[in-house]
Structure formats: C-alpha cells, structure tokens
C-alpha cells in the first residue's frame, strides 16, 4: 500500500496485521482522486472510519492544508499515527479516537467546514443511508465539498438524503463508491453514473 500521488507519491504505508481493518485499495484510491481531481491544494479533509490513515494521508500529499482522522480501533488509530509520523505529516493531521455518531459529528462540525469527507464504514456496522444522514445532518460539507463513501456494492446508497445528493457512483469489484454533494448545489446534475470507471 502506497501513497500514489504528491509530495509523498511512492512512499510506503502501514496495514494491519489482523482481518479488522479494510484498507482502500490503491487502484480505488487513485480512481477517487481522478473523479475529484488530481490536487487537493488547501483543502481541508475528514476520514471517517479512518484505518490506517490512506485516504485523508493522499490528500495531504496532494496539497491538503489539514486532515482530521476519526476511528475508535486500537490498531487503527496506532496505524494512522505512525503513517502520519513516518510521512512527516504529523504536524497537518489530528487524530480523534471516537465513535463516528451524531455527537462526534456534532463536535467535528466546529472543525469545519470540510471540502472533502471520507467514509468507509465497516460494511456490517453502518449501512449508506446511515452515514449520509450523520454527515448531512452534522452539515460537515463546505460549499462545493464532497462526501466520498465506500460501502458494499449490495447495500443501496440513497439518491438524494439530509441535504445531499449523490452526484456520482463507480464500481470496484465488490466495492462502490458513492459521491455526494450538498443538495442545493447538485439539483441540477446529471444522472448518477454507475459502472465502471
């Protein structure tokens, strides 16, 4: 697993050990960061359910001002602590150990507004429906911001829910990423696009 693109295109990260976690493959991730865009210059960026860090750590390489990564596992929260050090990224990524709930949010929301939010649930834990309500309800997405959501390709992501919509959606294997958007900004988007990229 590797940081694709950046100041720190190449270098390596660490995974898990064990089975809990479900890194995002870096086909996928490069895949995401070509739908929004190669540079994340100033952005500023959550990852909800963060793992080891991949997501939230390839948009700082791109140029991202600052991550805030949310996870409550113990080996996640060591593995996105040691990426961040051993990329020399400490100093633009702060690490939240909680729950991802409606009061977490509620305290993030502060943080924000964020241009960029990444979710990759555990998919037994917290089906699409509910995670575009916690995020869309916590208002967490800046004007023009995206929700970048990863979940199973059987669980159905909803087309337009707690003021956002779903602007687009790709196909990995098992995997989809859905992408949303704040609703008032969208409604006049094309229809969502599934498949392949």
């Not at 991802?100 to 509620?106: I, P």
Request: net charge neutral.
């Amino acid at each position: 697993m590797r940081i694709v693109a950046g100041s720190a295109r190449g270098r390596t990260l660490k995974g898990p050990k064990g089975p809990g976690l479900r890194p995002t493959a870096d086909r996928v991730r490069e895949s995401i960061f070509n739908i929004l865009g190669q540079t994340c210059d100033g952005l500023l960026v959550l990852d909800l359910f963060a793992g080891t860090g991949a997501l939230a750590l390839e948009a700082v390489s791109r140029g991202a001002s600052r991550a805030v990564l949310v996870d409550n596992g113990r080996e996640a929260l060591q593995l996105c602590r040691e990426n961040a050090l051993d990329l020399g990224m400490a100093d633009r990524v702060e690490i939240v150990s909680a729950l991802v709930d409606a009061r977490t949010l509620a305290r993030l929301a502060v943080k924000g507004p964020f241009h960029l939010v990444f979710a990759d649930p555990p998919y037994a834990a917290q089906t699409p429906e509910q995670v575009v309500d916690l995020v869309g309800t916590a208002k967490l997405l800046a004007q023009g911001g995206w929700l970048v959501l990863e979940h199973d390709k059987r669980a159905l992501a909803p087309t337009l829910r707690a003021g956002l919509f779903r602007d687009d959606q790709r196909r990995f294997g098992d995997t989809l990423v859905s992408l949303y958007r704040v609703a008032c900004e969208a409604d006049s988007a094309t229809p969502p696009v599934e498949g392949e990229p």
